[in-house]
């Protein structure tokens, strides 16, 4: 952990608070308020990971008395919860950051504070970079974000009176800190979900892992989230029946590697497939989920499982990231061509209307013509239903940046739209397949573009907007799973009618 302070700015948050409690005590005494909730802004990018991160953080700073607002210009404090994954996904911080500077320079005591991924990674070096920051903070840190702020906060309110150096709210010598501590992976304790009443949405995240020991070569996560922890199962099913006591009805286990899963101790090291089993009991839940696996640890157990347990949708995120085993060896990905078709033969033997889905890397290091035909001829073969696909971005402190990264951009980009036309039309065929069936859909609430329609998923994960029922109230359906009529297939979405 490293503090980024100034020595004025030490002695003086020392002579205020030495810990997150005693910051707190001296944050209340000093601010000259009511008892009115302080407002926190929340802006995230990235996976599913953080988007779970950003609701603990709204649980914690909640019991510090804040509220979550969804106007920046009204914040007391601003989050940015970062991701590194690729280097657009960095800038996007960067330029959120540029965004809310008017905002601390009209209003100085706002703070801003970066969490997420490219914080833990870069610490004290954010700071540097992005002078609005007051605070970077790491994944491990949000239990003790309400506490950091308070640190803040003490300083900003201390006399001006006793400062011996000129003081902006922008200034070099405010206080500023980089709280990057990695908790052991020993001593590492998930942060249970502590959803309210009417908080809480028909489908939600739930933790089972955290970080990631698989270290592919293009890959910042192990850097940035740590050695792989697995949750305890208990843990996983209570806060799983939490969520369900206050209205979800679909939950999506969610870690870097959920196949890796290992906190049961099963004989053949198959707990994922255990604790599978375990969430589909949990009474109330209709739908279960689970994102995102690795190929190399996802068992036959773990397929068996889509056609054994009622709650388990009919999806697979499968990240295959190129087609061709020359470049899968140089990625580290432990698996060849031939077994990764071979699970998806056995996945679908098993569950043959399965939708599935995969990431894509194109332009990684040594990526030949050849090499590039064969992640084309593997899209041809499995058949997703959607992909998400990247040009190889080189991330700093991950090994293939000991590879020469010879491709131009030109042609990385130019690979990158073959893959993406290629899938859409593969797409368009697989949507197409949905359209005259009558499919159970998870009524989740009323359709972004309004007009009153109703919005839900199919298990394949399809998006279906439909018409609310002509008589009685639609929203006596949200939360429940109804046969719906497909009657359209859009580029992304399904149109269908109440059957
Ligand atoms: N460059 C491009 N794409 C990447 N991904 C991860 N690291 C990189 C990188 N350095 C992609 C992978 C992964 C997804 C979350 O992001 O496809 O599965
Ligand atoms: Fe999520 Fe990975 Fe981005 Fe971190 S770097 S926020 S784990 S996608």
Not at 142 to 156: M, R, S
Not at 158 to 170: E, K, M, N
């Amino acid at each position: 952990m490293s503090n980024v302070t100034l020595p004025l700015s030490d002695s003086l948050a020392d002579s205020l608070a030495t810990g997150p409690a005693a910051a707190i005590a001296s944050h209340t005494e000093a601010l000259p308020t009511t008892a009115a909730p302080r407002r926190v802004f929340i802006e995230s990018f990235g996976c599913q990971m953080n988007d779970y991160d950003v609701a603990r953080m709204v649980e914690v700073l909640r019991k510090s008395g804040y509220e979550r607002i969804e106007e920046a210009e009204q914040a007391d404090l601003i989050v940015i919860n970062t991701c590194s994954i690729r280097e657009k996904a960095e800038n996007k911080a960067a330029s959120a950051a540029g965004r809310y500077r008017p905002l601390k320079e009209k209003n100085p005591s706002l703070i801003v504070a970066l969490g997420g991924c490219l914080a833990q990674q870069e610490g004290d070096a954010l700071l540097k970079k992005i002078p609005v920051a007051d605070l970077t903070f790491g994944p491990d840190q949000i239990p003790q974000l309400p506490g950091h702020v308070a640190t803040l906060l003490g300083q900003q309110s201390a006399d001006p009176a006793t400062w011996a150096r000129p003081r902006t709210p922008l200034g070099k010598y405010r206080l500023r800190l980089a709280k990057t501590e990695v908790i052991d992976v020993e001593d590492y304790e998930f942060l249970d979900a502590d959803p309210r009443p009417g908080d809480v949405s028909i489908t939600a995240l739930v933790t089972i892992q955290k970080g990631c020991d698989n270290y592919c070569a293009y890959c910042v996560v192990p850097n940035t989230r740590g050695r792989e922890v697995s949750r305890p199962a208990d843990q996983v099913v209570a806060e799983i029946k939490r969520f369900v006591d206050q209205g979800a009805r679909e939950v999506t286990l969610i870690g870097q590697n959920v196949n890796a899963y290992h906190a049961i101790g099963m004989p053949d090291g198959d707990d994922f497939a255990e604790l599978l089993a375990r969430c589909d009991k949990v009474p109330g839940l209709r739908r279960l989920r689970f994102t995102t696996s690795h190929p190399h640890y996802f068992s036959r157990k773990v397929a068996d499982a889509f056609r054994d347990l009622p709650t388990l949708c009919p999806w697979l995120h499968l990240p295959v990231q190129a087609g061709s085993s020359r470049v899968l060896a140089m990625m580290a990905r432990d698996y060849k061509r031939e077994d990764y078709l071979d699970k998806i033969a056995y996945i679908k033997s098993v569950c043959p209307d399965i939708s599935l889905s995969t990431d894509i890397i194109v332009g990684y290091p040594g990526e030949t013509e050849e090499d590039f035909q064969d992640t084309c001829s593997l899209l041809e073969l499995v058949r997703y239903d959607s992909i998400y696909s990247f040009s190889y971005s080189r991330r700093p402190g991950t090994p293939a940046t000991e590879l020469e990264d010879t491709l131009p951009q030109e042609e990385k980009s130019r690979r990158l739209q073959i893959v993406q036309a290629l899938q859409r039309t593969i797409t368009n065929e697989r949507m197409a397949r949905m359209v005259g069936r009558t499919e159970p859909v998870l009524i989740e609430g009323l359709a972004r573009m309004g007009n009153g329609q109703l919005c839900g998923r199919t298990g394949g994960n399809h998006t279906v907007n439909m018409d609310p029922p002509a008589t009685g109230e639609a929203s006596a359906l949200i939360g429940q799973v109804v046969p719906v009529y497909i009657t359209q297939a859009r580029s992304h979405t399904l149109a269908g009618q109440l059957a």
